[in-house]
């Protein structure tokens, strides 16, 4: 019997083993390696199948790592210390080609996560539903689904024109939904963004259906922080519309999980909601109940993300001074007026080491190297702000509701600072104020780029690197080299 294979899209004869595995935090390292008759056979090869899809989601390729600098370093607000391409200098110059590390690495990891979803869609709706029956199954899938659907909107963030560059009718990216057990077949025309788009709604749509509401009894727990539940495809959703400028469908989604008035403690399924203390989330156990979805990583090495990947090795200096790749730009967010010295977050911003290292500063959430920090993929208050400038945005006004989630996300920092409808001349202030809340409150955690790509913003200047408006070279990524070198079907 064959074994089952991901083909590596772009990368004609290259195959990974999709393996089960039986560690305990995600643990990528393949234990065994099951026949396509017999993957499925049996409730525990099927169960074993969804740790090794969550191993591919956090490798230090993708979300264990580089997906999330390569989101904050093409922002305004980190400093590039060394003009090496390996660890990103053309990211944060805003000028990589179709052979750069980084283009084809994203791209061919964020692939090798969709097809390893499809095979185990594929087996699943073939015959591991009927082994383990609808209400287990479906629950699988759901989980494979989503972790599908993120893997394609990463993909949108980078390689496609942002939706609101007419309504998503530019191209996309293709849209592969069938496992790929051995070479050729790369050849895919490329969906329209509106196109993927929806099909990541679908996605989300039916995890949301069939996740359970809670995979343990506590919302800070192992099985809610780093497993989907039902809360994780519903808040993934205010994200994904967020970007779609649906700022209406942002409403109705968060209404399912978010209370009309604080505290915002979500209203269904797992408990999520902001903790007291900020620099909690960032420390081990790393299990608080504001992560909705996070990456866990432990001492074993095969769990590692790989040299160069971890957060710690971009952001974070040695005690010297010296190791980190990307410190904070001093007039970048640090020196927003906005930002007041009482806030706690600023706990978070390592000045310390500054004499050592010419006065440069960093963040401090991801300090730990052995094991790496988790990385958190979301986290409630990303939820409450979504909700918060989406209710603005929609009502064009300065809406009670979206100022008292504002002021439960800042509040927890700066008690000191309490917002009213006085406090803002109109809509407009208030989205401002609300957009600054969000660079402060996730520095360091990726969304940076999301939120300059769905809102057609120039990519501010920082340093040697020059600003790139929407219509310019540099502004999205080109597609990955070996895609368009295998794929007859792609047009640029």
């Not at 993927?196 to 800070?220: C, K």
């Not at 109940?289 to 074993?300: K, W």
């Not at 208030?430 to 940076?448: C, M, P, S, Y």
Request: proline share 5%; aromatic share 10%; charged share 15%.
């Amino acid at each position: 019997m064959k074994p089952i294979f991901i083909y590596a899209f772009g990368l004609a004869g290259m195959l990974a083993t999709l393996s089960a595995c039986h560690r305990e935090y995600l643990d990528p390292a393949p234990q065994n390696s099951v026949s396509d008759a017999s993957a499925f056979s049996t409730a525990a090869r099927i169960a074993n199948q969804m740790p090794a899809l969550y191993a591919t989601f956090k490798s230090g390729a993708f979300y264990g790592g580089r997906y999330i600098v390569y989101g904050d370093i093409r922002g305004e607000d980190f400093i590039a210390q060394d003009p090496n391409l390996v660890t990103n200098y053309d990211v944060w110059f805003l000028n990589p080609t179709n052979t750069a590390t980084s283009v084809k690495g994203l791209w061919l990891q964020a692939y090798l996560l969709i097809n390893a979803c499809n095979v185990f869609i594929d087996g699943m709706n073939s015959k591991g539903i009927a082994v383990i029956g609808n209400t287990i199954g479906n629950a699988y899938v759901g989980e494979a689904r989503l972790l599908r659907a993120m893997a394609y909107y990463s993909l949108l963030q980078f390689y496609a024109r942002p939706y609101a560059d007419e309504n998503g009718s530019k191209a996309g990216v293709p849209l592969r939904l069938t496992g790929i057990l051995g070479p050729g077949f790369s050849d895919m025309a490329r969906s329209s963004v509106a196109e993927v788009y929806t099909q990541i709604l679908s996605d989300l749509d039916f995890a949301e259906a069939n996740l359970p509401l809670s995979n343990a009894p506590a919302a800070a727990s192992m099985g809610n922080v780093t497993r989907a539940h039902r809360n994780t495809a519903i808040s993934l959703k205010t994200r994904v519309y967020l970007s779609m400028h649906k700022y209406d469908k942002v409403i109705e989604e968060a209404n399912k999980i978010v209370p009309t008035t604080g505290p915002f403690t979500a209203k269904g399924g797992v408990a999520n909601t902001l903790v007291t203390d900020y620099a909690s989330i960032f420390k081990a156990p790393y299990l608080t109940a504001e992560s909705i979805l996070s990456m866990p990583f432990t001492s074993n090495a095969a769990d590692a993300p790989g040299t160069q990947n971890d957060l710690r090795s971009y952001f974070y200096a040695a005690a010297n001074g010296v190791g980190s790749i990307y410190s904070l730009n001093p007039s970048g967010i640090v020196a927003n007026a906005g930002w007041l010295a009482n806030d706690t977050r600023r706990s978070l911003i390592d000045t310390s080491k500054a004499t050592a290292n010419l006065g440069k500063i960093y963040v401090k959430k991801f300090p730990t190297a052995t094991p790496s920090d988790y990385v958190i993929v979301m986290r409630w208050a990303e939820v409450l702000l979504n909700l918060a400038e989406a209710r603005v945005r929609n009502t064009n006004t300065v809406d009670a509701q979206a100022i008292a989630l504002l002021n439960a996300v800042h509040g927890r920092s700066d008690a000191a600072t309490v917002f009213t409808p006085g406090s803002f001349a109109d809509a407009s202030s208030l989205i401002n104020t609300i957009l600054t809340e969000r660079r402060i409150e996730f520095l360091g955690e990726g969304l940076r780029n999301n939120d300059l790509m769905r809102l057609l913003q120039t990519i501010p200047a920082k340093g040697a690197a020059t600003a790139r408006a929407p219509s310019e070279e540099g502004y999205i990524w080109p597609a990955s080299s070996d895609e368009k070198a295998f794929n007859k079907l792609w047009v640029d």
